[in-house]
Every structure is written in structure tokens, then in C-alpha cells.
């Protein structure tokens, strides 16, 4: 259901914009989150958006990505600035749907910052 796309290799201070499809119209109230998981680390919450589009990041990705969804409310886009190779990882789309607790997870895309 859910597809990522838009990982690669970028130098440090470059940006990548990753987008996160879902393939079926979602109505009832949901949340679509970028996780994202280091070599050797725990998954971590990079931010994630409402339905009802309140936003939120992680401190250590406030100011340089930014989360966005486009009017068919169908796909999620993370932009990401000012690349750090700390930010270098597995990125995970998720979708959590409120109503029936159901969890959704794309496949992943690894993003790898160069020093």
C-alpha cells in the first residue's frame, strides 16, 4: 500500500526529497510518519503529519526537513536540507490509521550522506 521513493547518495549539505505514495484513499483520521533506522540503531521518528496536517519533527531534523502532502492527500513528501551523515539510514514511510488501528509500512529507501 504504501511506496517510498527519492533515497540516494548526496554529499554533506546536499538535500534529497523523498515521497511516500499510498495506493488506496485513506477518509477516516490517520497519521503518516518518516521513520528512519541507522546501521546498528534503534528506529527513530523523523516527524510525521495528521489528516488533519498538524505537523511534527524530531529535534535533531527541526529546521532542515520538511514534511508535506500533496491535494489528492495520497502522498507525503520529506525534504530534506542540509544534509549531516548522521542523517544517513533506512527511511520508512508509515501510515497508521486512528479508526482501525490498522499500521501500514513501505518497503524503505536508504539515504546515504557522504562526508
Known amino acids: 500500500q504504501l511506496m517510498e521513493s527519492g533515497g540516494g547518495l548526496v554529499q554533506t549539505g546536499g538535500s534529497l526529497r523523498l515521497s511516500c505514495a499510498n495506493s488506496?484513499?485513506?477518509?477516516?483520521?490517520?497519521?503518516t510518519g518518516w521513520y528512519r533506522r541507522a546501521p546498528g540503531q534503534g528506529r527513530e521518528l523523523v516527524g510525521r503529519?495528521?489528516?488533519?496536517?498538524?505537523?511534527t519533527y524530531a529535534d535533531s531534523v527541526k529546521g532542515r526537513f520538511t514534511i508535506s502532502r500533496d491535494s489528492t492527500m495520497n502522498t507525503v513528501s520529506l525534504q530534506m536540507n542540509s544534509l549531516k551523515p548522521e542523517d544517513t539510514a533506512v527511511y520508512y514511510c508509515?501510515?497508521?490509521?486512528?479508526?482501525?488501528?490498522?499500521?501500514?509500512w513501505g518497503q524503505g529507501t536508504q539515504v546515504t550522506v557522504s562526508s
Open positions: 503529519i495528521t489528516s488533519t496536517n498538524v505537523i
Open positions: 488506496r484513499s485513506l477518509f477516516s483520521p490517520h497519521v
Open positions: 508509515n501510515l497508521y490509521d486512528l479508526r482501525s488501528h490498522q499500521d501500514f
